[in-house]
């Protein structure tokens, strides 16, 4: 299975959620990549089984302006067939605790992914083991259910 983990991270939380996600996959038969987001072609994702979407939130519950291109380019693609899961860090103190990470799994719906239904939402960096776990668990769960996807 090709897995791709792009994501886009103004302080380095974000990234590092990113980069627990990759550590998990690295430990399974998986081939992953992982870029930002404001750096790649929408369209580079047709290649992958897989994506892991992630970002902070910004504004009022908003993506962040980087990402803006990344989801116009997505408009114009059909992504049926692809399996997605969105995770973001965010904090506590807004009222739309990580609503960036609900508007992409949105957004990736509409274009056709199938997307898990967790969404992992961590407040800052995951520093706490609690919080490790958690990414940890939610990687492993995404690519069991992905890989049981694709063998159906
Ligand atoms: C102007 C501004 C607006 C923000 N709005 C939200 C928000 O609506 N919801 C939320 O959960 N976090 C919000 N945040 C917090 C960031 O998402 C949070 O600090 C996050 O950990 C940053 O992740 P990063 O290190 O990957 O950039 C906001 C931060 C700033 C500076």
Not at 57 to 66: A, I, M, R, S, V
Not at 84 to 110: I, R, W
Not at 118 to 146: G, T
């Amino acid at each position: 299975m090709k897995a791709f983990i792009g994501y886009v991270s103004m302080s380095g939380n974000t990234e590092d959620i990113s980069n627990i996600i990759k550590d998990v996959l690295l430990t399974t038969e998986c081939e992953v990549d992982m870029e930002c987001l404001d750096e790649i072609e929408a369209a580079s994702l047709l290649a992958y089984d897989c994506i892991f979407i992630g970002a902070y939130t910004w504004g009022d519950g908003d993506l962040p302006y980087e990402v803006e291109d990344f989801f116009e380019e997505l408009n114009e693609l059909d992504l049926d067939g692809i399996h997605a899961a969105c995770f973001g860090s965010g904090e506590y103190a807004y009222p739309k605790f990580c609503g960036a990470v609900d508007v992409m799994a949105d957004l990736l719906n509409e274009r056709g992914c199938d997307v898990f239904a967790e969404r992992l939402k961590i407040e800052l960096s995951p520093e706490s083991d609690e919080q490790i776990i958690e990414c940890q668990q939610f990687a492993k769960a995404v690519y069991e259910w992905a890989l049981a996807k694709q063998g159906s």
